[in-house]
């Protein structure tokens, strides 16, 4: 099926912000909800040439905020339209009270967030913060690390994300610049792959006069943890989904992911950077110069974070001696006082009998590239905690330390 | 494909808009997409409204509740009044989850993935959503002209917390939020923000309306108008809440016709074609504020004074609506005519039922 449809397939050279507006492009979209901020604008900036053009039949909408945009998008969805939204950094946030109510009335909108610090001091660099901080409200949330990998992301999430065994919303994220405006080669799918691929959107329970619903009713106390529970059983079902949604994807457009992380040279390593995004790009290249060194380092890179793969980060981590967790993110005054990623890693090697030693790097903050002398220092680190068996300290600030 | 034409719904006017006495209109439609059985209080003016509105409406519609009374009261333990599609959306996404519905179906009716009529799209906004905290999203709805009606009901306080001031809430309101103390004895001390006519100021293209649960037909017309209007349109309508207004509850309607006739709810349409207000609507009479204050606890606390800045403001939006006031207002706007609203006693009794 692939081969034969596979002719009007090309590969273009693309940023990460025109790879998500193609892949909604491919996908169909019917409601746009657009609101400016960087980096994520060029996004809507190419849908808003692909309507004017007629490459693309959707309602764009220019909100008047990011809390109108995923309003649009929870209302265009609720009546059975395909949505596509997004933002960057205090945009996620100004939109933060939507987050649960669309996973709550189990609404796949997809939102595509290109990274961006938040203020202060008004910084455009990529920092997680902004998306982990909306990580428990129940939508599926996972990072690209180029923008071929966030194009495809964006068609697995729309499918993952509608079935009906999973409806759930999802945020499909990028680096802010290190992705979305960084232009590689990107392959463009036939047509005929992405329909074969992701049927048409059909909500269970639309609102439509024909078939009145109500959506959203108030509850008393005792009518919430079947609510909830529903909604955390919708999270982990849609880990098997997950998982059977990458094959499919793998035997229609050629292209493997494996769902949960990526492991680079880990064969024989002891020490690894567990990390998400972009900087694990330059991560692959700085394993390989320390390796010419003799360093037994490797990578394991996070694609999926909501729902959070922990036997799989157990599994994965647990056959390591040092884990150095790469945050890109703040966690103010938590367990590592470093960033977030560090607490849920080590709580999934918990039950684990050998476990790694483990701490953060706070690194690339603010949006700071990650150069090769940081890895250097950072896997020095850990080689260090290695031969001494024991850690430093919970959370490195990179560049601050000797 | 090519796009298919979305087909709009046109819904004729219904005859004798008696606007005096109590009455009964064989025209009705019987459809009941609002029906009773819901937990708002006896005698509840926005719930009344929903009736109208959404009996004016007919089946073909969608409706959107913002948090407030009108979701709260009426959508308990997962069990609702509404025969029609109905969402819950948050307070502030009143204008923007409704233009969602609309962006939907516009789409969808054109890409073949829908098939049918373009619904009456419907929000239901309290005033603290459309005045406050969902403005920005009413007004970006408007302006984008989605075809959609929102509607604020407006019982001028935020009920559903339990009586707090919104901008909507009148000069000498009392609310939580405004108790009237021997520092401010008037308690609220702002004049309402004047939403419908910001509205229709900001938003000419759009048909904007204001009305009251006192005049049914002028109230189920207006909404058909709104409806039948290709873009957005917005209605302001004055709707009692006994339990914020404190008054016998029977009374809803009678106050819906005295807040007009006092002058303090001036009701007019916006002609988007004509780009003029239409202050045609004469009530049957015209009366002192005094006679519409003194059935209210809420206004039990007011002095002579007060009052007469309150007649002082009606007699304003009279005249801003082109109508000559009669002496007796005139005369009503001054202090020394005028007596206070009752003792501070009977006003503070009337504050702990609040
Ligand atoms: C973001 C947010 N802030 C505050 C509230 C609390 N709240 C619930 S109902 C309500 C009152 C709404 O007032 P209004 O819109 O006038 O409707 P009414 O209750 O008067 O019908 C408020 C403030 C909320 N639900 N959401
Ligand atoms: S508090 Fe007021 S608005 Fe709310 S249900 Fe009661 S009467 Fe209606
Ligand atoms: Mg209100």
Known sequence: ?402 | MPAIEVQRQMLPMLGSPNQGARFYNPELPATEPFVPGHRTCAGCGPSIQYRMTSKAAGDNTILVGPTGCMYVANSSYLCTPYNVPWAHTQIGSSGSFTAGVAAAYEAMIRKGKWKGTFPNIICEAGDGSASDIGLASVSGALYRNHDCLIICYDNEQYANTGIQASSRTPYGGMTTFSPPGPKVPEAKTLFPKDLARMMAAGHPHCYVATASVGYPIDLMNKVRKALNHKGAAFMMIYTPCQKGFVYETPRSIDLGRLVVESGLYPIWEWDPEKREFDYSFRPASMRPVSEYLKLQGRFGHLHAEHIATLQKFANQQWKMMNVAIPEALIKAADAKNLVDMASAEAAAAVAQTV
């Open chain 1, 1 to 402: 099926m692939a081969t034969a449809t596979a002719g009007k397939k090309k590969t273009v050279r693309i940023n990460g912000c025109v790879a998500s507006a193609q892949a909604a492009k491919y996908a169909d979209v019917d409601v746009i909800a657009a609101y400016p901020i960087r980096p994520y604008t060029a996004t809507m900036m190419a849908l808003a040439q692909m309507v004017a053009n007629g490459e693309l039949d959707a309602e764009y909408i220019v909100a008047d905020s990011e809390h109108s945009q995923l309003s649009i998008a929870h209302g265009a969805a609720s009546c059975g339209a395909r949505v596509f939204t997004g933002s960057s950094g205090v945009g996620v946030q100004f939109a933060f009270e939507l987050y649960s109510p669309i996973s709550g009335a189990r609404m796949p909108v997809q939102m595509m967030i290109a990274d961006r610090t938040l203020d202060p001091p008004g910084d455009f660099g990529s920092e997680h913060t902004e998306a982990l901080s909306t990580r428990d409200m129940g939508w599926l949330m996972g990072w690209s690390c180029d923008a071929q990998e966030a194009f495809d992301n964006h068609l697995m999430a729309y499918r993952i994300g509608e079935d009906p065994r999973v409806l759930l919303p999802q945020m499909v994220c990028q680096d802010g610049f290190f992705v979305s405006h960084i232009t590689t080669d990107c392959e463009l799918p036939d047509p005929g792959q992405v329909k074969e691929f992701l049927p048409p959107y059909k909500h269970p329970y639309p609102l439509d006069p024909r078939h009145p619903v109500s959506h959203g009713p108030q509850i008393m106390p005792e009518q919430g943890p079947p609510l909830q529970l529903e909604r955390a059983r919708a999270m982990e079902g849609a880990m098997p989904v997950i998982e059977e949604i990458h094959d499919q994807f793998a035997r229609i457009f050629g292209r493997r992911y494996d769902p949960w992380l990526e492991e680079y040279m880990t064969d024989d390593a002891e020490v690894v950077f567990f990390l998400q995004g972009a900087h694990g790009v330059t991560a692959r290249h700085a394993i390989r110069h320390m390796r010419a060194r003799g360093a037994k380092v490797g990578m394991v890179r996070l694609r999926t974070y909501r729902p959070y793969p922990t036997e799989q980060v157990a599994a994965s981590l647990s056959k390591f001696k040092v884990v150095g967790v790469i945050e890109t993110n703040m966690g103010l005054g938590s367990v590592s006082s470093g960033g977030s990623l560090y607490a849920e890693a080590v709580a999934a090697l918990y039950e684990v009998p050998k476990r790694p030693l483990v701490f953060s790097f706070m690194a690339g903050m603010g949006g700071e590239a990650i150069v090769m002398k940081e890895f250097y220092w950072m896997t020095n680190k850990m080689i260090e905690a290695q031969k001494r068996g024991k850690i430093e300290k919970r959370a490195h600030w990179v560049g601050f330390e000797e």
